[in-house]
């Protein structure tokens, strides 16, 4: 597909920004677990965190398709992962939702600090008994007098150690599914709100995850983003455009993965021959760019629907899973072709798979997407009748 003028310009640029100020291969923080708040900065002031938001809201206006031809390009120039990921999350789980939900208030107090990165957002939707059943979660809100209070527990939390301001999904009633759902904006200095420790996770190391507690937590009741029960509204709107946004990452990864494994293929000699001229080298190499080819499009067509107002969750849907799945086989096939170099973890591509096997898991699971696809096809389910067709998963 032909990109938009703007679209190759933004490319263009992001481009010679990761080049000049994003380099390094950041493999310290990725053994750390460190998160890398300088490269946060420098995308930031490129724009990055403002590029999806409306000129109204003080965003740049460039939609969702320059956004994921952005994630794209710095999926293929920095190594960082980790970075993009704690990105998205921001992105997704916070800007959107406050720019499609929130209220004039909310986004003059919020917005400007999360456009320009001195605010890091993040959600939390998941608990340790709600996973995939994310509505069935047991985080209560109840009111006192204006406030709202708050008690439950969040797992998984993307940013959550290094989070400012959160979007804590809560329900009324639990057991009402996503009846009853209300989402909170509760900033991290909230009385009975604390922190777990940072998780060992096995990728996506530099992005920070953890868990929250809430405990007696008290909010004003302009807390409230949009409307009381309509908390899986702003959840699914969340996950729609991040199913899209967050694996164009990947897709930008697939892409340096495979010129990088053909230009080992054609110098890596054995045999007296390069290895590529071996035709199960060459195979693998073949299958990496055909996943590199049927994933771009997959999440270029997000951008271009919702840009135009559409309704895109079965896209989305088609999109988490093929790309994730593509991802973790080319990074498979690129540790392969590589050789005892691919398995070092000095290298980058160990570190790809590491990342890339997130992918399968978090905005919920292919296994999720697959029941979700079946779903809008018109294919009857098994699971209990309290979800939507368009919300099972966290
Ligand atoms: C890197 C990362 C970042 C994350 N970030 C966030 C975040 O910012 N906020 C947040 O709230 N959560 C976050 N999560 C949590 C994520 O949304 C959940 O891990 C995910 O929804 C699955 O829940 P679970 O891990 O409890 O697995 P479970 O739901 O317990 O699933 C275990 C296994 O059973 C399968 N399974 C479950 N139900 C079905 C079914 N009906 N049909 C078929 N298979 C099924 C699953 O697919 C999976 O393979 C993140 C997770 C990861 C890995």
Same mark, same amino acid.
């Given at each position: ?200 996770? &096995? @990728?996506? #190391? ?6 929250? =507690?809430?405990? *007696?937590? +008290?909010?004003?009741?302009? !807390?409230? %983003? ?111 072709? &590589? @050789?005892? #170099? ?6 980058? =591509?160990?570190? *790809?798979? +590491?990342?890339?096997?997130? !992918?399968? %898991? ?33």
């Amino acid at each position: 597909m032909d990109l938009p003028d703007q679209v190759l310009e933004l490319r263009r640029e992001l481009q010679e920004v990761a080049r000049v100020r994003l380099g390094g291969s950041g493999i310290e923080r990725d053994r750390e677990g460190v998160f890398w708040r300088e490269g946060w900065q420098v995308c930031a002031e490129a724009g990055v965190l403002s590029l999806a938001v409306p000129r109204e809201d003080g965003g740049r206006g460039l939609g969702l398709l320059a956004t994921i031809v952005a994630m794209e390009t710095l999926g293929e120039e920095v190594d960082d992962l980790g970075l993009l990921f704690a990105i998205n999350a921001h992105l997704w789980a916070g800007v959107i939702p406050l720019v499609h939900f929130g209220t004039p208030a909310q986004k003059t107090t919020w917005l400007p600090g999360l456009l320009d990165g001195s605010i890091v957002a993040g959600h939390g939707a998941t608990e340790p008994d709600a996973g995939s059943d994310v509505f069935c979660m047991n985080t209560t809100a109840r009111r006192d007098g204006t406030d709202w209070v708050l008690d439950g527990t969040k797992s998984f939390v993307a940013n959550g150690p290094i989070a400012d301001v959160l979007i804590v999904y809560a329900a009324a009633e639990p057991g009402r599914g996503e009846l009853g759902l209300s989402g909170f904006l509760v900033p991290r200095d909230t009385k009975g709100l604390q922190f777990g420790e940072p998780l060992d996770k &096995m @990728g996506l #190391r530099s992005a920070p995850s953890g868990t929250l =507690v809430l405990e *007696d937590c +008290r909010i004003p009741g302009d !807390a409230l %983003i949009g409307s009381e029960g309509g908390g899986a509204a702003c959840f699914n709107c969340s996950m729609e455009w991040e199913r899209g946004a967050i694996l164009a990452m990947h897709v930008g990864r697939m892409s340096r993965q495979l010129d990088e494994v053909v230009r080992f293929a054609k110098t890596r000699r054995q045999f007296g021959q390069p290895i590529g001229a071996f035709q199960s080298v060459a195979n693998r190499v073949i299958d990496m760019k055909l996943r590199l080819e049927t994933s771009r499009p997959l999440v270029h067509r997000i951008g271009i629907l919702k840009d135009q107002g559409r309704q895109a969750m079965l896209e989305a849907a088609m999109a988490k899973l093929h790309v994730s799945e593509a991802a973790v086989q080319s990074s498979l096939d690129a540790v392969q072709i &590589m @050789g005892s #170099r691919g398995y070092l973890r000095e290298g980058v =591509v160990e570190r *790809d798979l +590491r990342d890339a096997l997130g !992918a399968r %898991i978090y905005s919920g699971t292919n296994e999720m997407q697959r029941v979700m696809i079946a779903r809008l096809l018109g294919l009857p389910s098994s699971l209990p009748e309290r979800r939507s067709p368009e919300a099972p998963e966290g």
